[in-house]
Every structure is written in structure tokens, then in C-alpha cells.
T-cell receptor, first 115, second 108 residues
Framework: AQSVTQLGSHVSVSEGALVLLRCNYS??????LFWYVQYPNQGLQLLLK??????LVKGINGFEAEFKKSETSFHLTKPSAHMSDAAEYFCAVSRYGGATNKLIFGTGTLLAVQP | NAGVTQTPKFRVLKTGQSMTLLCAQD?????MYWYRQDPGMGLRLIHYSVGEGTTAKGEVPDGYNVSRLKKQNFLLGLESAAPSQTSVYFC???????FGSGTRLTVV
């Protein structure tokens, strides 16, 4: 079975500071990994995805994530937080090459950015 | 090009009533999914479809039914609504999951 764990349901950073959102996965097969962002009263938007190519994945809005197999992690980072980054972030995993492409989501991390 | 459209956006039901949520996509995607989002629980898969005429159960299918009669539409039905089905429902389509904007359902 596959699962993801997001450490920290709430993270607060100052504007301009480093953003680090943690995600650890569990999978018995090679995974695909995703990060999504959700702004208030909206659907989820794909930030980036890892599909077994480069381990460092760059996404939209200056975010990136690194796949570390030895640590079973896929943490999301951004060098300098902006007020507009305040949102909820979800990590998700699916089965590499799976026929159904089902995504399993973490419980989310709410990012607050302080001025 | 609208992407994924969900209707309605808001609905209040009384316990025992039925309703259908509609998801429409114009991207010719084979895969479509219905999720529910509850505070502190992330998104949980209700049902999904890998193509026209096919449906399958997800993680939390009880109390819901679905149909995929046309490739572009994926319907989620509640036959007898319960307060536990109060949630925000999201539809998604495609391999990278394009999401709709959600339906906020309250069952009283």
C-alpha cells in the first residue's frame, strides 16, 4: 500500500524566508510523487511532479522538490517566501506505471507567510 | 477551454434527500476521479473511472454511486444523504489531475 505523511499541519514563515514543507512517502513500488497547492475556496493546482526522471524537480511559482529514495522523502522548498504563497499544500503519491493512476494524498500543510 | 467544471458549487440537502453532482471536462481525458475533502483528512478518493462506461470504487465509496456514460462527464450521486456526507467534493481528470473548483455540500 502507498501513503504519504506530511510533517506539520501548520507552518509559518516570514516573507523572504526559506519555505520547507516536508513529505515522506511509503511505497512498495517505485512511486510518482506530486505537490499541489490549494488557495482558499479553490480546487487544487499542480505545483510539480516527480516521475522517475531527474531527482530535483522544478515547479511553478519558484518551488522545487527533491526526491530522496534513501530517506523516502519529497520535501518542497522555495528560497524566498512571498505573501502570495500563503495556501494549503498537499503531497501525493501514485503507483509508477499503474493502470488507474490513483493518487493518495497527505493531510495537507497550511502555510502562513508573515509580513 | 474550460478544463474541469463542477456543478453545482453549493448545495444544502436535508437528511435522506438525493442529489447528483456533475463533473464535465473538455480535455478528452480518459481518467476521472471524485474526491471528498474534510478538515485534517486531506482528499480521499470516492470513485474513479478509467474510461467511458467504466467505474471503480476508491477509498470511501459507501453511500455514493457514479456513472460515466459519456467520456466527458462523470456523475456522483447520493441516494440518501447523511450528515456525514457534509464535505467539499472535488472532481479531477487526467494523469496529472486537473481539478475542478469544488462543490460544497451541507447535509442537515
Amino acid at each position: 500500500a502507498q501513503s504519504v505523511t506530511q510533517l506539520g499541519s501548520h507552518v509559518s514563515v516570514s516573507e523572504g524566508a526559506l519555505v520547507l514543507l516536508r513529505c515522506n512517502y511509503s511505497s512498495s513500488v517505485p512511486p510518482y510523487l506530486f505537490w499541489y497547492v490549494q488557495y482558499p475556496n479553490q480546487g487544487l493546482q499542480l505545483l510539480l511532479k516527480y516521475t522517475s526522471a531527474a531527482t530535483l524537480v522544478k515547479g511553478i511559482n519558484g518551488f522545487e522538490a527533491e526526491f530522496k529514495k534513501s530517506e523516502t522523502s519529497f520535501h518542497l522548498t522555495k528560497p524566498s517566501a512571498h505573501m502570495s504563497d500563503a495556501a494549503e499544500y498537499f503531497c501525493a503519491v501514485s503507483r509508477y506505471g499503474g493502470a488507474t493512476n490513483k493518487l493518495i494524498f497527505g493531510t495537507g500543510t497550511l502555510l502562513a507567510v508573515q509580513p | 477551454n474550460a478544463g474541469v467544471t463542477q456543478t453545482p458549487k453549493f448545495r444544502v440537502l436535508k437528511t435522506g434527500q438525493s442529489m447528483t453532482l456533475l463533473c464535465a471536462q473538455d480535455m478528452n481525458h480518459e481518467y476521472m476521479y471524485w474526491y471528498r475533502q474534510d478538515p485534517g483528512m486531506g482528499l480521499r478518493l470516492i470513485h474513479y473511472s478509467v474510461g467511458e462506461g467504466t467505474t471503480a470504487k476508491g477509498e470511501v465509496p459507501d453511500g455514493y454511486n457514479v456513472s460515466r456514460l459519456k467520456k466527458q462527464n462523470f456523475l456522483l450521486g447520493l441516494e440518501s444523504a447523511a450528515p456525514s456526507q457534509t464535505s467539499v467534493y472535488f472532481c479531477a481528470s487526467g494523469s496529472s489531475y486537473t481539478f475542478g473548483s469544488g462543490t460544497r455540500l451541507t447535509v442537515v
